[in-house]
């Protein structure tokens, strides 16, 4: 197996999100790599001004939800002994994202679920088949059952 420096969790906080994080983290030790996580706000209100896109904080449900995955963010990376300076919250689309954090942190290996949120009908969810097509590292999914969910 590839001898992994820098890997990047891909948590979409979904009922399966512990199992996917648990198995990043034990391929991190098995490989004395660092462990980044990212997790991508995709369903929040967030106009583009001239200063760049912003999140709109008018609205409460806005701003409670960005704190309820901080604190999520933060319970996750905690559990799994994540630096505080290797977690990303970030807003726009998931694959988007996650692969350009990937790049720009010189990740060689990204960990994500082979379903998420959505249905376990297909082979891939798209997130995670959006990563896997435009990835230039690495990408590991974690096949998740019925029964996982
Ligand atoms: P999906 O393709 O949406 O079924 O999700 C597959 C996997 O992509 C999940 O198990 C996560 O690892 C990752 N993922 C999906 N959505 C997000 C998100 N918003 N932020 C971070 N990772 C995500």
Redesign the pocket.
């Known amino acids: 197996m590839a001898d992994y420096q820098n890997i990047l969790?891909?948590?979409?906080?979904?009922v399966?999100?512990n199992y996917?994080a648990s198995r990043a983290k034990r391929l991190a030790d098995l490989c004395n790599a660092r462990l980044n996580i990212?997790?991508?706000?995709?369903n929040i209100s967030m106009p583009d001004t001239a200063y760049g896109t912003v999140i709109s904080l008018g609205e409460d449900s806005s701003y409670e939800l960005l704190e309820a995955k901080k604190s999520r963010l933060t319970e996750i990376s905690d559990q799994f002994g994540i630096d505080v300076s290797r977690r990303w919250l970030v807003w726009g689309v998931?694959?988007h994202?996650?692969v350009q954090m990937a790049e720009q942190e010189h990740i060689d290996l990204i960990?994500?679920?082979?379903?998420?949120?959505?249905?376990l009908a297909l082979l891939?969810?798209?997130?995670?088949?959006?990563?896997l097509h435009h990835a230039k590292c690495d990408v590991m999914?974690?096949r998740?059952q019925e029964s996982d969910v």
């Not at 969790?9 to 979904?14: I, P, Q, R």
């Not at 990212?38 to 995709?42: A, T, Y």
């Not at 891939?124 to 990563?131: H, K, V």
Request: glycine residues 14%; without cysteine.
């Open positions: 969790l891909a948590a979409d906080f979904s399966h999100g996917v990212i997790h991508v706000v995709d998931p694959g994202e996650i960990v994500v679920g082979s379903h998420g949120r959505h249905s891939l969810g798209s997130t995670a088949n959006s990563i999914a974690i998740l």
